[in-house]
């Protein structure tokens, strides 16, 4: 097995998280090292922390197309796509028709960080109803839209699956609410976009999307460090010492602030607006255009191994075009008969690659909700592995991996 890079040899599990840009980092915590203080201290110290965190601020909105008064800074992707939620918490209680504290929609194909708090919702009385993808694993817009009413406090919908790769129709959607709601209170509608950021283009301050998560490690930043992206101001929920311009309490993470807008600056694809389409970062959308073309061998390759059966199966048919439209290129989900997928995840890890099952937040459970939503039939699904590439992946890496694959079909007798 060769690589250009060590570093990133065998390593195909680039959705649970990303190798950290070590140059970024260094240099990253250099900086906030040199400018210790609390960001809240109104020392000399403090203000140059202060300054420091303001710039970082500004780079992430810079590279995000956004206004920096739009960021807040967290702890990661989970706190992000909490923030929704908490803040319906803040709200004064209110008697609805259904006689439930309000209806929250969320699609079935979530990440736990929204579905089990969505349940953690329902047991304080807020009504959950959970809208099923269909088989290519996207979630058809008009079935969840007819099911927003006036007691609709909140609609979360991801922008790429973490499993499938399968992109959502959030645009969509965010027309379809303002329509909707035209003289009257929309919903507030929220999306996951940490499969997103860095790797397909994306437009967070799209009209209609009030708030978007984001993680850094997913982008070779650090771990515990992520962004909320806020379109208008929301009661918040972790009070204190007014941090973050009074919506997230807790003292800042300079160091993550700055290692994460370095890393946006290097690998975000975001257009810097609705009206134009245009890449900001011409090396990275080069990178994700050589990955398209990368995923598309890969697909046609694990096709032809026997008993191997991609999720969704049509994703192997479309034309190019559709399926960039349709999947991001950074992910591939596939299934192997007679191979559970536990044991092709340590079988491969046994010859130095690194793949999952699915979310690494959901390892430990034998379910597999996403695939569960899409009727996927439970033997197929127990055999589901999830493949996630990074701008790194070495085309000989790959082949390596194929080879590795097929072997490993040898060994089972498929």
């Known amino acids: 097995m060769t ?11 680039w959705a649970a998280t990303t190798p950290p840009d070590i140059l970024i980092q260094q240099e990253s915590m250099l900086r906030a090292s040199e400018c210790f203080a609390n960001p809240s201290s109104v020392h000399k110290a403090g203000i140059q922390a202060k300054s420091l965190l ?5 780079r992430c909105a810079k590279s995000l197309g956004v206004s920096p008064n739009n960021l807040i ?6 706190e992000s796509n909490h923030w929704p939620f908490l803040s319906l918490l803040q709200r004064p209680k209110t008697k609805f028709s259904d006689k439930s ?16 708090m969505a349940e953690s919702m329902k047991n304080l009385g807020y009504n959950i109803i959970s809208i099923k993808p269909e088989r290519n694993g996207i979630v058809n817009a008009e079935k ?12 979360c919908l991801m922008a790429v699956n973490n499993e499938t790769g399968a992109i959502q129709p959030i645009y969509k959607v965010a027309d379809e609410l303002i329509k909707m709601c035209a003289g009257k209170k929309k919903p507030k509608f929220h999306v996951d976009a940490v499969q997103a950021i860095g790797k397909i283009p994306l437009l967070l301050n799209y009209e209609g999307i009030d708030t978007v998560a984001i993680s850094a490690h997913k982008l070779r930043g650090p771990k515990g460090m992520g ?24 003292t800042e993470n300079v160091a993550g602030a700055i290692s994460m807008a370095a890393c946006l600056e290097k690998y975000a694809l975001t257009p810097i607006n609705r009206t134009d389409s245009s890449i900001p970062n011409q090396k990275a959308f080069n990178k994700y255009k050589e990955q398209i073309e990368s995923t598309f061998q890969f697909i046609e390759q694990i096709s032809n191994i026997k008993g191997c059966k991609l999720i969704p199966e049509v994703r192997k048919d479309l034309e190019p075009a559709e399926n960039v439209k349709l999947f991001s290129p950074w992910i591939v989900q596939a ?3 007679n191979i559970p997928g536990e ?9 130095g690659f690194s793949i999952s099952t699915g979310s690494a937040c959901s390892t430990k459970k034998l379910s597999r909700p996403v695939l569960e939503s899409m009727d996927i039939k439970k033997a197929q699904a127990s055999t589901a592995v999830r493949f996630s590439f990074g701008a790194e992946s070495a085309k000989d890496d790959i082949q390596s991996l194929i080879q590795a694959l097929n072997q490993i079909r040898e060994i089972f007798k498929v």
């Open 144 to 155: 969840l839209l007819e099911k927003v009413n006036e007691n609709t406090l909140l609609v």
């Open 343 to 351: 044991v092709m995840v340590r079988a491969l890890s046994e010859r």
């Open 227 to 250: 962004l909320l992206y806020l379109a208008k101001r929301q009661e918040p929920f972790l009070r204190g010492g007014g941090q973050e311009i009074g919506l997230r309490a807790g």
């Open 73 to 78: 800074f967290t702890s990661g992707g989970t």
């Open 54 to 58: 303001q710039e970082a601020r500004e």
């Open 3 to 13: 690589s250009s890079d060590d570093f990133f040899q065998g390593f195909f599990d």
């Open 335 to 337: 299934s192997f008969e």
């Open 101 to 116: 504290q309000g209806t929250i929609i969320i699609s079935a194909i979530e990440h736990p960080a929204i579905r089990e």
